[in-house]
């Protein structure tokens, strides 16, 4: 234990580690640096001399929420034309300090051209944001989901045939992104033809073998019973969207080792008849996905526009989930499962000792009550304390 590194400890109410263990009460986490050192009984806590105490004995401690889709777009609400770049990086990191005091500690940025300048700056420490994973821009078919007319914020590269696949993933790999995201069918922007694939098995495949290879994961878009089953047997990490999906579809997903992260925020927001109509689908196919054993990650695809603020807001997308999955396992979406499927060996997604010290605090039992996860009252992010409202401790 390396005394040179602050401590703190932080007093929960009722700690629910991620762990799968029942929630305990009245615990004491020790941190050291960015880190968590030990956890345990209150009463064995022994002297804090000298050491910073975080009294959250009033909340119930979890682990960061976890937003595994969102655009930093940094449009600002109600844009038509969009601003230059550095007025929306700007607004991008607005946005994303917004997220980090929302309580997301980690979120994965499925393309926008901005994201890896918030993550890189945010790796110096210069940024309150959230920890980032980007994909930087899509690869797509020749018929792929973003190239009718896009507006700047947005852009995306057409492969064509394996070895164009390869190569595309190479080139993001040595660009620096975190996950490669690939366009496999058409839509949503269509909401009546969004279920077109757009590459072929093969390309899928190659996409996949070329970056985990690299050590990369793939997040494939994907609508559609077609697009997805050719997900699947390609081998990507997870599907976003994933909704239209036949019955037999969904015990192939089911049977796989991938993901779906059903972005259901960004439809459910939208009040046209066209999304709302989407919305229905893709509670039908969760509703089915889920009966067939589907793993399940929750992603809003928040752009940052009116309907899709960036901030508490993201943690609806967890109260959606549970209209068809059991409270708890919608939480685990947005917590600790979200961090299983981000990938082996994480870091982050539970309270234990060595893991980072990314943590939230929230009044009440968020599994009785998802909505309190929308009124977030403590962060910490690496140690580093984000927010702690006046009289969070109090029970
Ligand atoms: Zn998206």
């Not at 901005?114 to 700056?121: E, G, H, K, Y």
Request: hydrophobic content about 40%; charged content about 25%; glycine content about 12%.
């Amino acid at each position: 234990m390396s005394e040179s590194r602050a401590h703190t400890v932080v007093l929960a109410g009722h700690l629910l580690d991620g762990t799968g263990a029942p929630p305990q009460p009245d615990v004491a986490l020790r941190i050291a640096g960015e880190r968590i050192e030990c956890c345990g009984p209150v009463a064995e806590l022994g002297s804090t001399r000298g050491i910073d105490v975080i009294d959250l004995r009033g909340l119930w401690v979890l682990p960061g929420l976890i937003d595994s889709h969102i655009h930093f777009w940094g449009l600002s609400p109600g844009e038509v034309t969009p601003a230059d770049f550095q007025s929306r990086l700007e607004t991008a990191r607005q946005q994303a300090r917004n997220l980090l005091h929302a309580g997301f500690t980690t979120v994965r940025d499925l393309g926008s051209p901005i994201a890896p300048c918030l993550r890189d700056a945010n790796a110096t420490g210069a940024l309150e944001t959230p920890r980032i994973l980007a994909a930087q821009v899509g690869l797509t078919g020749a018929r792929g989901p973003w190239l009718i007319p896009q507006p700047t914020w947005w852009e995306a590269r057409v492969l064509r045939g394996v070895a164009s696949a390869r190569e595309e993933v190479q080139r993001l790999h040595d660009e620096g992104v975190d996950v490669v995201k690939i366009g496999a069918s058409t839509g949503p922007r269509a909401e009546g033809f969004g279920d077109i694939p757009t590459l072929t098995v093969d390309e899928i495949r190659a996409v996949c073998d070329a970056a985990h290879g690299l050590g990369l994961p793939v997040a494939a878009h994907a609508i559609g019973s077609e697009a997805v089953r050719r997900c699947v047997i390609g081998g990507v990490d997870t599907i976003e969207h994933g909704y239209r999906l036949s019955d037999e579809v969904c015990e192939l997903v089911a049977a796989s080792d991938a993901w779906i992260v059903p972005t259901l925020r960004t439809r459910a927001a939208r009040p046209t008849p066209e999304a709302q109509a989407t919305s229905r689908e893709q509670m039908d196919t969760l509703r089915r996905g889920a009966a067939a054993g589907i793993r399940y990650a929750a992603g809003t695809d928040s752009v940052g526009d009116e309907h899709t603020l960036h901030g508490s807001g993201n943690a609806v997308e967890i109260e959606l989930m549970s209209r068809v999955l059991s409270p708890s396992n919608a939480l685990a979406a947005g917590t600790w499962d979200a961090v299983r499927m981000l990938g082996p060996d994480s870091e982050l997604g539970t309270l234990e000792a060595g893991k980072f010290a990314d943590l939230i605090g929230v009044r009440g039992d968020p599994r009785r009550d998802l909505s309190v996860l929308q009124r977030v009252e403590f962060v910490m992010r690496s140690g580093r304390l984000v927010r702690h409202d006046a009289g969070a401790g109090d029970r």
